[in-house]
């Protein structure tokens, strides 16, 4: 994340989590400019954060970003909202002057917040934690802050794009980022938090088309298992540090390069699976009936529970389309399981013995022969080990 000229960041224990783990990390633009985009959860419950920096985003300007794992801090009400307001006029007055001089108003510094729900963060510690952050900002400080997002999580979630395409940050300009998720992955985003990072030179409203674009066809096509979490975060800053002003497509294609790595890790990590599962869906008749019948697909949990035992059940997939209201005709569908087409017009075909499924890489490929029109939905199996996982956490 740091990858990106103009952006210093940290990751501490601030004594959020009972563990002692790292659970607060900060970012900070220093600049010279500080233009922001946001997208956020479509759920109609919304935590304190998600209200506070959908209002900071409209500015477009954000300084600095503070994060903190081990408490949602949603439907806490307003004293939550007022925690959330607190922890950044906190930060903007730890901030403000340093480095270059640079006053920080708190309606220019974004919160996020991931744990569970309904219950208050324990504000005397996680801002004595803003003020360690602020003391051990670094260029150097995107690991310890992509770590100390985490919740579920198995492992920190990064990634660098160089600007026009490439995979590093060898270029003129770049797009770095961070993310936490592994589980209530579903469209609307995820129970994430993403902060994206570019050095690129860019106003508001072309960061904004760049990440609407980058998410819509990334983290909205992730659904692990249907849930949508209260907390969902994604932000792009830009610093201008490289002095290179991209155009508005490429800008886009960096940034939408950057959200599918990271969307392609929150699925791997996703809790309890076993299986990444890409369901394509082509032969649509619109784009909308793609999704629709991907989605759709991506959670039958028929479907997941058939591919995490192994088993290339072609009659659970083709019954889940049948419940869409995407058109084609019966007859004509065709399913194929990762290269092997056991469906053919609606009728078994090849012999489903011959579909491998022992690796971790699953393809279900649905022609509905209605029309020129596709789209990939992203997955998970589900197995006895989400349900584990679940068992005692809620955003």
């Not at 003391?135 to 990634?159: C, F, Q, V, W």
């Not at 800008?251 to 076993?274: I, K, M, N, R, Y």
């Not at 889940?320 to 087409?341: L, P, S, Y």
Request: glycine share 12%; hydrophobic share 45%.
């Amino acid at each position: 994340m740091t990858a990106a000229r103009g952006f210093r960041a940290a990751g501490v224990a601030a004594g959020i989590k009972a563990s002692g783990a790292l659970d607060l990390a900060l970012v900070v633009n220093d600049g010279p400019a500080a233009a922001a985009a946001g997208v956020f959860t479509a759920n109609r419950v919304k935590a304190a954060p998600v209200l506070w920096s959908q209002q900071v985003l409209r500015g477009g300007v954000v300084h600095a970003v503070v994060l903190n794992s081990g408490g949602a801090n949603a439907c806490t009400g307003a004293p939550g909202f007022q925690d959330t307001h607190a922890t950044a006029e906190h930060a903007a007055r730890v901030l403000s002057g340093a480095p270059a001089g640079v006053e920080v108003g708190a309606g220019e510094v974004a919160v996020c917040s991931t744990g569970l729900i309904g219950e208050r963060l324990p504000m005397d510690s996680l801002l004595r934690g803003v003020e360690t952050a602020a003391g051990e900002l670094s260029g150097n400080g995107g690991g310890p802050a992509a770590r100390a997002i985490m919740t579920t999580d198995t492992r920190p979630k990064t990634t660098v794009v160089a600007g026009g395409g490439g995979s590093d940050a060898g270029g003129g300009w770049c797009v770095g980022g961070m993310a936490k998720g592994a589980g209530m992955l579903a469209p609307g985003l995820a129970t994430m938090l993403v902060v994206l990072t570019t050095d690129a030179v860019a106003d508001a409203a072309t960061l904004d088309t760049a990440l609407r674009e980058a998410t819509r066809v990334s983290f909205d096509r992730v659904d692990s298992d249907g849930c949508m979490s209260t907390n969902d975060t994604v932000l792009l800053l830009a610093s201008g540090a490289s002095g290179i002003a991209p155009e508005q497509a490429e800008l886009t294609a960096a940034v939408t390069a950057a959200c599918h790595d990271l969307a392609a890790a929150l699925l791997a990590d996703a809790e309890g699976s076993t299986k990444d599962i890409a369901i394509e869906v082509t032969g649509a008749a619109s784009e909308a009936d793609a999704l629709e019948v991907g989605r759709t697909v991506a959670r039958n949990n028929l479907v997941k529970t058939a591919l995490f035992g192994n088993d290339p059940n072609w009659g659970r997939i083709i019954a889940a389309v049948g419940t869409t209201d995407a058109a084609f005709e019966a007859d004509r569908v065709d399913v194929a399981v990762n290269g092997v087409w056991v469906c053919r017009g609606g009728c078994a075909a090849e012999d489903r013995s011959t579909v491998d499924l022992t690796g971790r890489a699953v393809t279900i490929t649905v022609d509905l022969h209605a029309g020129g029109h596709e789209a990939t939905i992203w997955t998970n199996d589900l197995s006895l080990a989400y349900v584990h996982e679940n068992s005692a956490y809620s955003s």
